[in-house]
């Protein structure tokens, strides 16, 4: 497949709450944000080349200015464990979501009585063949499945997860958190008994406060049960975390998110 063209990028300045260096893209006409790790452009570094990470919803990911419901404070968190030798340094490829078309795009299969989804294979396709080769074209990566991460939340979660489980030849590594298992009726949970056991690394956590009826809490634990089933073992390839107290909402995520990135780039 020939690669696409290289692509300008642009150095961010920080108006907002941006934090070190966070490079603008434009690819097939969709922001993409990238943060690299501190010391990229030094000399010292100029041969090396570093995992990447995807995440989804990416206007909630680095910035206030830019989110809709809160930002991870993804930037700083990465930054603060690179410094204290907790994760090894990683670039962070934050992808807006497309508005309308988000709940289209993140989910695998349509949910009949919502009469909407469906279009996550196309998507997930458009991440592996043209934003992916575009990142690392223009970056210093590790372009190999081991070294290539994807990570969301709620419906971002379970299209992380979907992705994992159906294109493990691209992403060997998922942070997914509060995924939203009750999309067409737990459809996801059939793909993970249907699909072979691959060789990716996986964080599931959940909220215990995500939803008054505890249908989100039980979801997540039926997932949990299905990947056990399947032969991922807590510990090894699987961790599953159920933070008390915590709700369905950004501020919740961006408290676990660096304990998700400890667990898939460990120092």
């Known amino acids: 497949m020939m690669l696409p063209p290289a692509l300008p990028a642009t150095i961010v300045a920080a108006p907002c709450s941006l934090s070190g260096d966070i490079r603008a893209l434009a690819v097939s006409g969709r922001t993409v944000m990238v943060r690299l790790p501190v010391g990229y452009d030094l000399l010292i570094n100029a041969k090396r080349r570093y995992p990447v990470l995807y995440l989804l919803d990416g206007q909630n990911v680095f910035d206030d200015a830019t989110a ?36 289209n795009e993140y989910t695998p299969v349509k949910d009949a009585k919502l009469n ?24 210093r ?53 249907t699909a072979p056991k691959q060789p990716v690394r996986l964080w599931v956590d959940i909220g215990t406060a ?18 056990t089933a399947r032969g991922y073992k807590p510990g090894s390839d699987f961790s ?11 501020a919740a995520w961006s408290a676990r998110f660096g304990d998700a990135l400890t667990y898939l780039f460990p120092r």
């Open 141 to 193: 990566t590790k372009t190999d499945t081991a070294n290539t991460a994807i990570g969301g939340s709620s419906l971002g979660g379970l299209f992380a997860l979907h992705q994992s489980l159906t294109a493990p030849n691209v992403w060997g590594k998922a942070a997914v958190l509060s995924p939203s298992v009750w999309w067409a009726e737990r459809a996801i949970l059939q793909t993970v008994a």
């Open 240 to 250: 599953y975390t159920e933070a008390v107290g915590a709700a369905h909402n950004e």
């Open 210 to 227: 995500e939803d008054k009826s505890g249908n989100a809490l039980a979801g997540a634990q039926a997932l949990r049960d299905a990947l």
């Open 68 to 103: 809709f419901a809160g930002e991870w404070h993804a930037d700083e968190t990465a930054t603060r464990l690179e410094a204290a030798g907790k994760i090894v340094p990683v670039i962070i490829v934050a992808v807006y979501n497309a508005g309308a078309e988000r709940v």
């Open 116 to 139: 909407a989804g469906g279009g996550a294979v196309a998507y997930g396709k458009w991440m592996a063949d043209t934003l992916k080769l575009a990142i690392d074209r223009a970056y």
